[in-house]
């Protein structure tokens, strides 16, 4: 499965794993796009979900579409350059409301490395890579 069609699958609001010292954090997260046939996520960098990766870059994360489920794991390696930063607000045009200069809030992108994902239909899970 390529991460194009990944992207099919976790596209909306999906739920994302991360560790805060020794406890589990779980929060919605709302964008994704393929950048360099990678898919990318992304996080403020002002929100507690991007220290935590810093600290532990292992994550996972979860989204229910269309009667099944897809679960991707991986380590979050941090991309800021100026391309995909471009490319992230072309693909989330909402998030310039958010992050901008005037807020001097920051949005940083980041795709998953040693990527594993898994799809439940019923009962039966499918590895897709």
Do not use: W
Request: aromatic residues 14%; charged residues 25%.
């Amino acid at each position: 499965m390529t991460q194009s069609e990944l992207f099919e699958k976790v596209e909306g609001v999906f739920y994302f794993a991360t560790v805060e010292k020794d406890a589990p954090r779980v929060r919605p997260f709302g964008f994704a796009m393929v950048f360099e046939d990678k898919l990318y996520l992304g996080v403020g960098t002002h929100k507690a979900a991007y220290r935590e990766m810093l600290e532990n870059p292992n994550i996972e994360l979860c989204s229910f579409k269309n009667g099944s489920f897809v679960r991707l794991r991986g380590k979050a390696v941090f991309d800021d350059r100026p391309e995909v930063q471009e490319a992230m607000y072309k693909a989330g045009p909402f998030l310039e409301k958010t992050y901008n200069r005037e807020t001097g809030l920051h949005h940083i992108c980041f795709y998953l490395e040693n990527l594993s994902a898994m799809e439940f239909v019923g009962p039966e899970a499918i590895k897709l890579i």
